[in-house]
Structure formats: structure tokens, C-alpha cells
């Protein structure tokens, strides 16, 4: 592997209230004749206003997308069959939503042009051929999917993205006005989301000043936001979307740590969101990130929010080995929390512990 990760980027960014108004205008040079532009929507918004607000052309088609599960290779790959069978080609693939939506934007657009299943290409470069043209617009702030080179999906074996320099959007649109009004749990699980990213990022083995730089920016937005302010208002929206954007590409340049490799095992168990199992998580890391586990939970407090707990009660031996499977497996994120000698640190028994208390 080079020495310098040489990483490959969204190629254009708009950021506003109301630039989603200009979806059309950015749109039109990357049509290609006969082949529409698919709109893959969170069905959050059906039968909402923003739906109405698409600009649809030709045989342009809006498709919603179903992220009850967050997405898997099963989805991804019916996704692009259908639209194969529908289409042929088709001009490119806009996905409106959260993190969900996005990933399963960037697997789509990736799997109309590389054959198999989205199964075969989960890990790092396996992607062969570049998709076809895709934009993300978020409609919750945290994840950094919008900037990120992964798409993160659950496969028959495993959770893991596709990650590859094909990945990243070819546009994004940051409008905050479409992350209003999402409800406060839902906003505070992804948010902290970027708030674990910083922490993980700025403590960790790999950090270097790039880094740390759009690190601690975010983190000092996401500290103004869930910390200082006493009510929730546009200037939060505003805020937590570039504290997003910031916390991704502070990510992008080291790595995430304890709180996502533990809760990559709870997702794939037991099915639970990555925003909510990160925070169920981070609750009981005092030992690894003492003082922003102190400032976590003054978060949880201040925002009045619940984070669940018994999680893993009642779950079998077997159950727990997996989890511990699972989690053990993201090697590069546990070399960024404890170091080269991570194996010592982290053992099987004490990860079981851990797990237990959830
Ligand atoms: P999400 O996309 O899973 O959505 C959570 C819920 O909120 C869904 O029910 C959705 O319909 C709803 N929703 C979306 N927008 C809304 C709005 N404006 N108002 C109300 N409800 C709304 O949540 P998320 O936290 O944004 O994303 C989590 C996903 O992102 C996971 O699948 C995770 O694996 C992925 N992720 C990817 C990356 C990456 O780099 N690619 C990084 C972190 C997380
Ligand atoms: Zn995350």
C-alpha cells in the first residue's frame, strides 16, 4: 500500500437553504438522450411536499426507497435488476434521503455497471468499473455518507461497503432546509453519529493534522449544537450538516474506533440502526474515550433523549461469538483506537463483557 492514501473525492458540492431548487439546473449537462435520471427517495417522503418538488423530465422515475433495514445486498441488487429490465440505461441516480438512501444510491449506481451481485465487491477496491452518474442530497445530518468512499451494506456473510474510489458522488447537494423538522431522537442518534466520528478520529492512532483539522471543527460545531443551544432552530440544521461534512472528511484521512466496531456487531445480529447502536455503545466506553463519554452523556441529558439498554439480554453463546466475529473483524478501526498491539488490549473475553452490558 502507498505510504499516503490518495483518495478520491465528491466531485461537486452545492450548500444551502433552497439549493435543492437547483437540482434541475445541475442535472441537465449529465443527461444522456433516452435515459431518465432515477430519483431514489426515503419513503419518509411519500406524500410529502418535497416529492412534488423532484424536477422530473422524459421518462424521468421516482422510486421509493424502503430503509425500515438499513440497506442490504439482497436490495441493492433487486434495485439495479429492475432497473436494467426497465430502462437499459439509464442517465444516472439521484439519492433524497439519510445515510440509508445515500449508500443505496452509490450501490446502485455502482451495480448497473459492474456484474455479480453487490456481494461480491464488499470489502476495499474490488469495484471494477465506475457506475453511472450519482448525487446524494441528505436529508439527516451525521453519517458522512454524503462524502465517504463506502457504501455501507449487509451481505450474506458480512456488513461492509463497497469501498472504492468509484464510490464517492459525483455531486452532493447540502440543503438544510430538508433536514428539518426530523424528529429529535432520530436527529440526535445520527448526529452523534459525527460526534462519535470526532471522538474516534481525534483520539485516535492514525490522526495527522488533515485530520484533526475538519475534526475538531466538527466537533465544535456538534458541541455548540447539543451543548450550548436550548432549542433546536435552522442555525442547528445548518451547523449539523457541515459538521457532517467536516466529521466525514476527517474520517476520511484516518479511521473510526471502539464504538463502531462494537456496534458494527450489534447491527448485524440483532439488526440495530448504526446512529442508535452507536449511542448504546458509546454509553459504556468510559474506559476508552473518558472525557468525550462524559460529554456523550451530557448530550443523552441535556436533549432529553432515550438510549435503549438490555439489548443483549437473554442472547445465546453462540449469539455472543458472533457479535465478537463480527465486531473483531474491522482490524483497521481497532488499530486506530488502541494501536499495533490492539490484540492485547481488545480480547475476546473482554469484548464478550462489553457486549453483555448492552
Ligand atoms: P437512515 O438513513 O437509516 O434513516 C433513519 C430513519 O429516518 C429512516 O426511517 C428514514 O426513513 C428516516 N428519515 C430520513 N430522513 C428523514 C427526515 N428528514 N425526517 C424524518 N425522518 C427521516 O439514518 P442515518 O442515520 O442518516 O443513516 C444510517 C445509515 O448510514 C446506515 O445504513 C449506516 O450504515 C450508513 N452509514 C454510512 C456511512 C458511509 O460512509 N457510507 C457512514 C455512516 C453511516
Ligand atoms: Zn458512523
Redesign the pocket.
Known sequence: MAQFRNFKMVSYVVYGRGSFNQLDEILAPNRKANAPMIFLV????QNKPLVNRIPLRGNDKILLAD??Y??KTTYVDELAQQLKDEFGNISGIIGI???????LA?AVSLMMNNPGSSADYQGWDLVKNPGVYKAGI???S????EV?R???LTGPTKKL?MNSDFTPFDQIILDPE??A???SN?RF??GM?CYIHCIESLQGTFLNEFSKSYGEKALELCQYIFLEKNAWDDECDDKLMMASYAG?MSIAYSQVGVAHAVSYGL?YLLGT???IGNCIVMNHLEEYYPKGVAEFKRMVEKNKIDIPSGICKGLTDEQFEAMINVSMGMKPLWENALGKDWEKIMTREKLRLLYEKF
Not at 434521503?97 to 449508500?103: A, E, L, R, T
Open positions: 426515503d419513503h419518509f417522503f430503509v425500515s438499513e440497506p434521503g439519510g445515510g440509508s438512501v445515500m449508500d452509490k441528505p436529508t439527516l451525521g453519517t458522512g455518507a465517504s463506502t457504501c455501507v461497503g430538508l433536514t423538522n426530523a424528529p432520530q442518534y445520527t453519529d466525514g447491527s440502526r448504526h446512529g
